[in-house]
């Protein structure tokens, strides 16, 4: 669905299918000629084109994934969980939950159908780890990503079209015992801290310096203040964070140190 906003105000334009089952996320390409949504159940992904004035248009193309993964009761198949564009070279990296991978596609904003079906690359991730969502450094040579299933952030290099792994960080403390369900990782707006989310009996924020090299040191594990913090953002003057907690249907708000990176829950839920 497509939406204007003007005075602050949301007017819906139209709606189109997203010819894939359980779209549950959805970027722009560096153009804003096209949305990808990527088909959880499905194991695809979508390329709807956007009309000047704001409208999306009928789905131009759905590239399927193929193949399944360790963890039995979640990766059976594919599972697309996310894509999103290389900050420099516009390639698109899509990480799929049910085969364990993040898969490399080259994306021409030119073409009707941008997207080149046959991938770049394939990166395979540690097995039964569950890639969901992805994010790259400024520069675009540090690919951060959260594994889902085993509740952990993985560092990866990134050069002509090649990932490699550097490192994996868990989430969760080294005695924790308990359900994990890792779900969203992002960057602070000056690119010094990583952020994520770990759901399950966690219920947790966590907090990472980025290192000169790209790589991950742990600042601080903090009580998101609900149950499932399914997903948050930092405002864009890095002052707050807010984290949505699905299952105690509320958003709380962070004070943020800009220096250390730490968070100091405001005592306050909407």
């Known amino acids: 669905t497509a939406f204007s906003l003007k005075d602050g105000k949301l007017e ?5 299918k997203a010819e894939g089952q359980s779209p549950c996320y959805i970027t722009l390409d560096p153009s804003e000629s096209f949305a990808v949504a990527a088909n959880y159940s499905s194991g695809d992904f979508s390329i709807i084109p956007i009309a000047e004035d ?5 789905v131009a193309q759905v590239i399927a994934h193929e193949g399944s993964s360790v963890v039995s009761n979640r990766q059976k198949q594919p599972h697309a969980h ?20 993040v898969v490399v596609y080259e994306f021409d904003s030119n073409k009707e159908k941008p997207v080149n079906p046959e991938p ?26 959260i594994h889902e299933i085993s509740a952990e ?12 792994h550097l490192a994996t960080h868990p989430l969760t403390e080294a005695d924790f015992e308990g359900k994990v369900g890792a779900a969203e990782v992002r960057l602070s707006p000056d690119g010094n801290f990583l952020y994520a989310s770990n759901r399950g009996e966690a219920n947790e924020l966590i907090v990472f310096k980025i290192t000169e090299n790209g790589g991950l040191t742990h600042v601080q594990t903090i009580s ?36 250390t990176g730490k968070l100091k829950s405001l005592d306050t839920h909407f």
């Open 12 to 16: 819906k334009l139209n709606t189109v």
């Open 54 to 58: 704001g409208q999306v248009k009928p």
């Open 82 to 101: 996310a894509a999103i564009f290389h900050p420099k070279d516009g390639n698109l990296f899509v990480a799929d939950l049910g085969t364990d991978e």
């Open 120 to 145: 770049i690359s394939r990166l395979k991730v540690a097995p039964g780890a569950g890639p969901r969502h992805l994010v790259f450094n400024r520069e675009g040579n540090r690919l951060y990503l």
């Open 153 to 164: 952030i993985g560092v990866y290099s990134y050069s002509d079209g090649e990932l490699i």
């Open 224 to 259: 998101s203040m609900g149950n499932a913090p399914r997903n948050f953002n930092i405002t864009n003057d890095g002052q707050y964070l807010l984290a949505g907690n699905q299952n105690s249907n509320t958003i709380v708000p962070f004070k943020r140190d800009i220096e």
